[in-house]
């Protein structure tokens, strides 16, 4: 059996995030969404992200979300999986996700790496221009899936309370 990682950040998770996860359940047996376990500086803490990601992944069956520490290749081998797997937006996205994968490569040659477009629709989706526009009155509604955008605006309101 296959198994495959899709790690990131997913502060917070939007419908590109959701797009490469079904495109890649497809092509694998099973499929791990990885969060990165951020000791500080995200929106919602690493809990949060896993919850949100789950509930938009739980139609996908042999799809798992666990959060991650350290090397990403290191939490691949943990979970006994041979694929990253990682979505590309732009030509820009393209050169730091190519040095990724020499380095993961470097340090963990028997991994792979698997570079998924990103769908025409989602090419300008990023989990910080969500933050950013959302936090400046933008609806993100049709960017994030439904339960995502209203803990965004719970979260948000939150922020400006304190």
């Keep these: 059996m296959a198994t495959a990682i899709f790690p990131g950040r997913f502060d917070p998770v939007t419908i590109g995030h959701v797009d490469i ?3 890649a359940a497809a092509l694998f047996d099973n499929l791990i969404v990885a ?7 995200p ?3 690493t809990e949060e992200r896993i919850q949100l990601f789950a509930q938009a992944v739980e139609d996908r069956p042999n799809v798992t979300v666990k959060s991650f520490k350290g090397l990403i290749v290191d939490f691949a081998r943990q979970e006994s999986a041979g694929v990253l ?4 937006r732009a030509v820009t996205g393209f050169e730091a996700e ?10 963990a040659p028997e991994i792979e790496s698997v570079y998924l477009m990103a769908s025409l629709g989602h090419l300008f989706i990023s989990g910080s221009r ?3 526009v959302a936090r400046l009155g933008y609806d993100v509604t049709d960017l994030v899936p439904g339960h995502v ?3 965004l605006r719970t979260k ?3 922020n400006q309370a304190s």
């Design 85 to 88: 797997v990682r979505g590309i």
């Design 35 to 41: 969060v990165y376990d951020l000791p500080t500086g």
């Design 21 to 23: 996860v079904q495109r």
């Design 43 to 45: 929106l919602f803490s």
């Design 130 to 132: 969500i933050r950013e």
């Design 149 to 151: 955008a209203e803990a």
């Design 98 to 107: 190519f040095d990724m994968a020499l380095m993961n490569k470097r340090m």
């Design 156 to 158: 948000l309101a939150a």
